[in-house]
Structure formats: C-alpha cells, structure tokens
Nanobody, 131 residues
Framework: QVQLVESGGGLVQPGGSLRLSCVAS????????????VGWFRQVPGADREGILY???????YYSDSVKGRFTTSRDNAKNLVSLQMTSLKPEDTAVYYC?????????????????????WGQGTQVTVSS
C-alpha cells in the first residue's frame, strides 16, 4: 500500500514562494515510483478538489492554467520524493494541498488533472497566502 506524506505548507505573503514535498513509502521492491504518475491538487472549503499539475514517471509535466508559469514540479525517484515549487503566490492560492499518485500513464493530458484517476492520497498540507 503506497502512502504519501506532504510537508512544507505554511503562511506566506503575497508574491512569496513556498516549496512543498511529497514523500512516498510502501512501494515494494518489485515496483518503483517511476511507474507512478504523481499529481498535486488543492482544495478550499466548499469547493471541489482542483487538479493543478502532475508529473509522469519519466518526468513529463502538465500544468493547469491557474498555476502555469508560477508553479513547477520535479521528482527524485531514488528518494521517492516529488516536490512542488510555488512562486508569485496569490491569496487565491490559499488551500489545502494534496499530492496523489496512481500507477500507470496519462494518455489524455487533461485527464491527469482529474482526482478520480488517482488511487493514493496524502493527508494534505495547508498553504495560506496572506499579508
């Protein structure tokens, strides 16, 4: 059973930066993180969970329009680590951020932003952008 743990959330001023980490565990010896697509989602109270980006096993990335040009993601499969670098943060970026994973590939790019395709989820980390 794959387990994901996010860290790095906190309070940041508008225009600031923050880096989130997602560490995976429970991947067996006959498996590897590079067989998983890892996505980042965020959610505010009363709203649906929004997919903002994902990174495939071989490092291909896809970003939603809401974060394109401001957020970037990377992965270190040897460390079972996926990072999310957020810059030029805005108050509307305030949310609980989740990483998620599924084993496989993304065939249609936009589908990778849908929460329904992901099997494993972290517990979330709060990001608050406020002065």
């Amino acid at each position: 059973q794959v387990q994901l743990v996010e860290s790095g959330g906190g309070l940041v001023q508008p225009g600031g930066s923050l880096r989130l980490s997602c560490v995976a565990s429970g991947i067996t010896l006959d498996d590897a993180l590079d067989r998983y697509v890892v996505g980042w989602f965020r959610q505010v109270p009363g709203a649906d969970r929004e997919g903002i980006l994902y990174i495939t096993g071989n490092g291909e990335t896809y970003y939603s329009d809401s974060v394109k040009g401001r957020f970037t993601t990377s992965r270190d499969n040897a460390k079972n680590l996926v990072s999310l670098q957020m810059t030029s943060l805005k108050p509307e970026d305030t949310a609980v951020y989740y990483c998620a994973a599924f084993r496989g590939q993304v065939v249609i790019p936009r589908v990778g932003l849908q929460s329904s395709v992901y099997d494993y989820w972290g517990q979330g980390t709060q990001v608050t952008v406020s002065s």
